[in-house]
């Protein structure tokens, strides 16, 4: 499942644009050292500095692990790339290990926003659903699925000739289960959890009193994640996904050479995404930790006037 693509017939051909190739260094240096710093900052807090392991802890060290994956992939991406690297094991493994953290963070943010619609939404029942060993297996799963699924080379995989580039306008299969499986399906996710929220949170500010209502903030941090996560995110899935239908359908060497400069210039976005993770999810976990549990204390309350109501009766 490669990150730019490459198409060559007698008329025609697409390679790693010149543009592209200077934005990634001018991007991805600079990207490395800040995400370096913030990823092991924040293992520090997440692994060492916080008193108890909680579900939201499981879920963000394991986001800052992938994220940290992805990031030390990124010199070796750079270099196979300038250096027309051949397709070889391990320009396999580079690959796998970029890919698979990249749909690792998704898979996990997926969770995240999961575990905190749980958490605000059914706070009385969340203690049921919820737990951290739950989340570390959980968590467990998704590497496994994750790994499974890159060990497996689908056809098309054969026909390449360059590391991180698409030589094949062979359809690749793996292609559209991670399209649809690593991406479409945690978007969708994502954003009924997360719209579920705000309709949830929005409630109390209009009903509570002020010292029960939950804070404002919460709801402003729950849309910059969404909408970080579909810049992010979304555009370089979708021109994975135009480029397996131009595959299938075998498009034209201009329309190719097009959606594989739209992949290229995506990717440099959704890289972006490893540094923002920390700084997003840090705020989030502890905006949504207050939130949390003022509302919990609120249905508590309900619960056992209720309670007391009929046992009256």
């Keep these: 499942n490669p990150e730019t693509s490459e198409y060559q017939s007698a008329n025609c051909s697409t390679h790693l644009n010149h543009i592209v190739a200077i ?5 991805y240096i600079p990207l490395f050292f800040l995400g370096v ?4 900052l924040a293992l520090w807090v997440f692994c060492f500095k916080l008193k108890r392991w909680t579900e939201t802890r499981v879920f963000m060290t394991n986001l800052v692990i992938a994220d940290s994956c992805l990031l030390f992939s990124l010199p070796f991406m750079l270099y196979v790339q300038l250096q027309q690297y ?7 493994i580079l690959e796998s290990v970029y890919f698979i953290n990249r749909f690792m963070s998704i898979s996990t943010i997926m969770a995240i926003a999961v575990d905190r619609y749980i ?3 059914y706070p009385l029942k969340a203690h049921k659903l919820r737990s951290p060993q739950k989340a570390a297996l959980f968590c467990g799963l998704l590497w496994v699925l994750m790994c499974i699924s890159f060990i497996y080379q689908d056809g098309s995989s054969v026909h390449e000739t360059r590391c991180f580039l698409k030589t094949s306008t062979t359809p690749s ?5 991670l399209f649809l499986l690593g991406f479409l399906v945690p978007l969708i996710i994502l954003s009924f959890c997360s719209i579920r929220i705000i309709v949830h949170l929005h409630r109390k500010l209009g009903t509570q009193s002020e010292e029960q209502r939950p804070p404002r903030k919460a709801i402003c941090i729950i849309y910059i994640n969404m909408i970080t996560f579909i810049v992010c995110f979304l555009p370089v899935n979708l021109g994975h996904f135009v480029r397996f239908i131009l595959d299938s359908i075998k498009a034209s060497c201009g329309t190719l050479q097009k959606v594989s400069l739209f992949i290229q210039v995506s ?4 890289n ?18 207050e939130a949390s549990l003022l509302i919990n204390k609120c249905k508590s309350w309900l619960s056992g006037a209720n309670e007391t109501q009929e046992t009256k009766l």
């Design 37 to 40: 710093l913030f990823n092991v």
């Design 267 to 270: 990717s440099l976005v959704a």
């Design 119 to 121: 958490a605000i939404a």
């Design 173 to 177: 299969l793996r292609t559209l289960i």
């Design 23 to 27: 934005l990634q260094m001018v991007l």
């Design 272 to 289: 972006i995404n490893c540094c923002l993770d920390v700084i997003c999810y840090y705020l989030v976990a502890t905006e949504f930790q």
């Design 86 to 92: 051949q397709h070889d094991t391990v320009c396999l």
